[in-house]
């Protein structure tokens, strides 16, 4: 196939088609979201899962059939999906699984700045580092074989700008085949009690140990350079940004950080004299070069934080301690469109001067003036569950004010939990949710979830997740339906009946994103002109 | 800067503007012509009306996918506001090219014309580019084919046509053309 110009994100999609992989799945997440959308383009198998944390499991269960699988998600969303990733490290594969992360170095869309590539270490699952659009593709591949020959799930750790930069890439000849898929019963192998999780461990660390010293792997090390008075070791796009800003410097290209290959590395360091690490994120590598007794430099704390570019990678080689430039100008916030109906539902609730439990999404935009109808923001789900601890801590006339706001793809991905609980361990005074159901993931730019009621390639779905009647079956009987934008009247006195009851509430502010419809339309305007 | 010939160009306006596929077109027309090519921007929040930016660069070896501060040779501006948040990414010698340079796609009266001639901005504005930069024009054209939808294709060839020739010639009687000079 010729060479093309591909984002990162599209450049694994890509792979993942090339390299046969069976089914992808994941939850949307800047900048994440376009890999599984692409490979869903490309013919490939891809779906939405309601979470990161069942992305995973499922594409466990397609790596244990000895089929390949790609799990997709942003740097936040591992946090969901840690609980299977450290078993999913004992209990190896059969076949590749892959587990793309994208970290947002910059914070560009995103709560936290959080490096994947401690969780790596900590779990035990190999990590590679792509610094463009090739290597995203040739990385990706390079994960499936690892995968299925280490039988262990090998993480790919993106960055924004990897993620959203286009080069070129060429891609391989020929396609990888696909593996037949079959089922081999293994049970000390497969299930995690400790009798069996004990070897498992000792199994775990005996393949990492090989990985380490294997020879394969040298195509993910690029040494580029003769010079030996500087020598920078560098991962991920820090390395572009190293041969911009010092080409006359000796460079080695890292593309496995976990487990990172030492040998090499010290035979590079040893052949300058000044030796310098350089990645976006935590001092990962630059720990754990040294740890293993290697005599290099790493970036200063500063530069942790945000993302590098090769103006402060020059910085970080000249040693240049003056402060940063400030940014020049702000620019425009994001804000909520001029038509949205979130804007009908913190009118209310500025109005009602509520205490705001809020959550991720669009609808986060809340916080900004004119509303500032937000008082808490942490991850996903956390509005349902941060809302009633405020309940049940605050003096009573203040936790008749809390209010816990959720959109509709973030209350499937974890607000589903916090509803139980609300149910289980209802506070004193009652707790009122808002469901904020404007029928798609917007945010990331309008995907389907289980209550639209359609799939990832926005047809039809076979069932549709309806919030009322969860709430129903839980026991919750207060449960109501408005249209925010129909009328701010009725959701003003829904709002205002459901806190005086003190009882438990539900009302879902139902309202289709003016974004999605219109999209929606266009697609089933295609749809129908393609004659399917 | 390495490389010697690498062309650095930012393009700056709102969500929803379409900056991403503005420079799209360049980075494809760049590739189609030979280039080494890559183009780097940050959206996501941007679809709600934020501030946009993409940075596209092309030449004999490209390295860094992001344009320095103050190093870009070209910013073109999708809208008047955003000239002052990104004035700092143009070199001392650069070229800012906003819609001021194509005075004629806003003297439509009719306000469905007008509303027409406002999406095509910005293939307007790479045309005013493209008459400063060495990428035949076949390849411009076959960018935009490749990018746009296209029952959009003929319109936005015939502005793309229409601004890059009267920038040709503004360009060879001034010797610099509309688009404004960094200082």
Redesign the interface.
């Known amino acids: 196939m010729a060479t093309q110009l591909l984002t990162g994100n599209e450049a694994v999609a890509q792979a993942a088609l090339d390299g046969a992989v069976s089914l992808g799945t994941g939850y949307p997440g800047t900048p994440s979201t376009e890999i599984l959308e692409r490979f869903d383009a490309l013919g490939g198998r891809a779906q939405w899962a309601p979470n990161e944390k069942v992305a995973l499991e499922v594409g466990l269960g397609v790596a244990f059939a000895n089929a390949r699988a790609l799990v997709t998600m942003k740097h936040v969303g591992l946090n969901v999906a840690a609980d299977p990733l450290f078993s999913a490290t004992h209990t190896g594969v059969a076949q590749g699984l892959v587990i793309a992360v994208a970290d947002d170095p910059g914070m560009h869309s995103s709560q936290n700045e959080q490096d994947t590539r401690h969780y790596a270490e900590a779990a035990g699952a190999p990590l590679l580092e792509p610094g463009d659009a090739q290597q995203a593709y040739d990385y990706t591949l390079q994960a499936l074989e690892l995968s299925a020959r280490y039988q262990l799930p090998v993480i790919l750790r993106m960055t924004t700008r990897v993620c959203h930069s286009k080069s070129p890439v060429r891609p391989r000849e020929a396609r990888m085949e696909a593996p037949a898929p079959r089922y081999e019963r293994d049970i000390p192998g497969r299930v995690m009690i400790p009798a069996y999780a004990r070897p498992a461990h000792e199994r775990l660390r005996e393949r990492l140990e090989a990985l380490a010293g294997d020879q394969a792997p040298a195509a993910l090390l690029r040494e580029e350079g003769t010079s030996t008075a500087l020598g920078i070791v560098a991962s991920g796009v820090a390395a572009a940004h190293a041969r911009e800003a010092a080409p006359e410097a000796r460079l080695l290209e890292v593309g496995m950080s976990y487990p990172a290959p030492m040998g090499p590395i010290r035979a590079f360091a040893e052949q300058v004299e000044r030796c310098v690490v350089l990645e976006e994120g935590d001092p990962y590598l630059y720990r754990a070069v040294r740890a293993a007794g290697i005599e290099v430099e790493g970036k200063p704390e500063p530069f942790r934080c945000g993302e590098l570019t090769a103006d402060r990678v020059r910085r970080i080689l000249e040693r240049d301690g003056r402060p940063e430039p400030a940014p020049e100008a702000a620019g425009e916030p994001p804000r909520l469109c001029a038509d949205c109906s979130h804007r009908r539902v913190f009118q209310v609730l500025s109005r009602l001067e509520c205490i705001v439990s809020g959550d991720i999404g669009c609808y986060t935009l809340g916080v900004m003036p004119p509303f500032e109808a937000m008082d808490t923001c942490v991850c996903m789900g956390a509005s349902v569950s941060v809302g009633l601890g405020l309940r049940h801590a605050l003096p009573a006339e203040q936790a008749r004010r809390v209010v816990s706001v959720i959109g509709d793809s973030t209350f499937v991905h974890t607000g589903i939990n916090g509803l139980v609980e609300m149910a289980y361990n209802p506070p004193n005074t009652g707790h009122v949710l808002l469901i904020l159901d404007n029928d798609t993931t917007a945010m990331t730019g309008l995907q389907e979830h289980p209550g639209t009621g359609r799939r990832l390639d926005h047809r039809p779905a076979e069932r549709k997740l309806r919030y009322e009647a969860l709430a129903l079956a839980m026991g919750i009987t207060n449960v109501h339906t408005v249209d925010p934008a129909e009328s701010a009247e009725e959701l003003e006195r829904l709002v205002r009946d459901c806190l005086a009851s003190e009882e438990l509430a539900v009302i879902v502010a139902r309202h289709p994103c003016s974004l999605a419809s219109r999209r929606l339309a266009a697609f089933q305007g295609e749809g129908e002109s393609s004659g399917s | 800067?390495?490389g010697g010939t690498v062309t650095s160009v930012v393009i700056a306006g709102?969500?929803g503007q379409g900056i991403v596929t503005a420079s799209?077109i360049l980075?494809?027309a760049a590739?189609r012509a030979g280039h080494?090519?890559?183009?780097?921007?940050?959206?996501?929040?941007?679809?709600?009306?934020?501030?946009v930016s993409s940075d596209v660069r092309f030449g004999g070896r490209?390295?860094?996918?992001?344009v320095?501060?103050g190093a870009a040779d070209y910013l073109i501006i999708s809208e008047s506001?955003?000239v002052?948040?990104?004035?700092?990414r143009l070199a001392p010698h650069g070229r800012l090219i906003t819609p001021a340079a194509v005075p004629q796609l806003f003297n439509e009266e009719d306000p469905r014309r007008a509303a027409q001639a406002a999406k095509m901005v910005n293939v307007a504005l790479l045309a005013v580019l493209s008459a400063h930069l060495e990428l035949p024009e076949g390849c411009w054209l076959a960018a935009i084919r490749a990018t746009l939808p296209e029952r959009l294709h003929a319109m936005n060839e015939r502005v793309f046509r229409q601004a890059r020739g009267l920038e040709t010639i503004f360009a060879s009687l001034t010797g610099g053309g509309r688009g404004g000079r960094a200082q």
């Open positions: 800067m390495s709102l969500g799209d980075a494809e590739f080494e090519v890559k183009k780097s921007e940050i959206h996501g929040m941007s679809q709600r009306g934020g501030s490209v390295h860094s996918p992001m320095p501060l506001t955003q002052a948040p990104n004035r700092h």
